[in-house]
């Protein structure tokens, strides 16, 4: 069982960055895939940023390439998103999801808000 508790979020204006943090409580951090999700009102839930469990690779969609960036500290078990250059479109809540390769399960936090004024 993993529980996961996102923080960070909050009103920014339009060019602004902001960092969001999840931690992690339950054993072998380092063994789930991080993904960062997000979803916009009215919207579908999206595929933003993720961190590899086999090799800490960052992975990221397209919009948010060269702006945001995705990292982890095991020993903490918290993953960061950091966030530069926001724009209006980024306002969403955004999720931390933990998913380890082979197992049925995977964990979702509550969601952080992000809000970007332009």
């Known amino acids: 069982q993993v529980q996961l508790v996102e923080s960070g979020g909050g009103l920014v204006q339009a060019g602004g960055s902001l960092e969001l943090s999840c931690t992690a409580s339950g054993r072998a951090f380092s063994a789930y895939t991080m993904t960062w999700f997000r979803q916009a009102p009215g919207k579908e839930r999206e595929f933003v940023a993720a961190i590899s469990a086999t090799d800490g690779k960052p992975y990221y969609a397209d919009d948010v390439k060269g702006r945001f960036t995705v990292s982890r500290d095991i020993a903490k078990t918290t993953v960061y998103l950091r966030m530069n250059n926001l724009k209006a479109e980024d306002t969403a809540v955004y999720y931390c999801?933990?998913?380890?390769?082979?197992?049925?399960?995977?964990?979702w936090g509550q969601g952080t808000r992000v809000t970007v004024s332009s």
């Open positions: 999801n933990a998913d380890k390769p082979g197992e049925v399960n995977d964990y």
